[in-house]
């Protein structure tokens, strides 16, 4: 079984930059791709960016391209994604997600382990 734990998310006001973690465990972390999804409330939960295993490709949705960078550093079994110039309508929980495959794809599918979720509020 996999534990993806998420931190990092809080409020902030329009501008501001917030980075999130996700610390996984029991499974070896360099193996399969992570992902990043969010979910506002009354919404589906939503693509925002994936990155492979090996750190070689990076996706973005087109919301966030230029202003969130995800990362990961496999010797720390954890993904990171850093949020800039946060706008209220990033507002949702965040979730990070393992992928079954070695690359990332936007598919929710694809992602058999999720986390818990981190609350993102942006005020304007």
């Known amino acids: 079984q996999v534990q993806l734990v998420e931190s990092g998310g809080g409020l902030v006001q329009a501008g501001a930059s917030l980075r999130l973690s996700c610390v996984a465990s029991?499974?070896?972390?360099?193996?399969?791709?992570m992902g990043w999804f969010r979910q506002a409330p009354g919404k589906e939960r939503e693509f925002v960016a994936h990155?492979?295993?090996?750190?070689?490709?990076?996706y973005y949705a087109d919301s966030v391209k230029g202003r969130f960078t995800i990362s990961r550093d496999n010797a720390k079994n954890t993904v990171y994604l850093q949020m800039n110039s946060l706008k209220p309508e990033d507002t949702a929980v965040y979730y990070c997600?393992?992928?079954?495959?070695?690359?990332?794809?936007?598919?929710?599918?694809?992602?058999?382990?999720w986390g818990q979720g981190t609350q993102v509020t942006v005020s304007s």
């Open positions: 029991g499974r070896t972390f360099s193996s399969g791709a």
């Open positions: 997600a393992a992928s079954r495959w070695d690359w990332g794809t936007p598919d929710r599918s694809d992602y058999v382990y």
């Open positions: 990155i492979s295993s090996s750190s070689g490709n990076q």
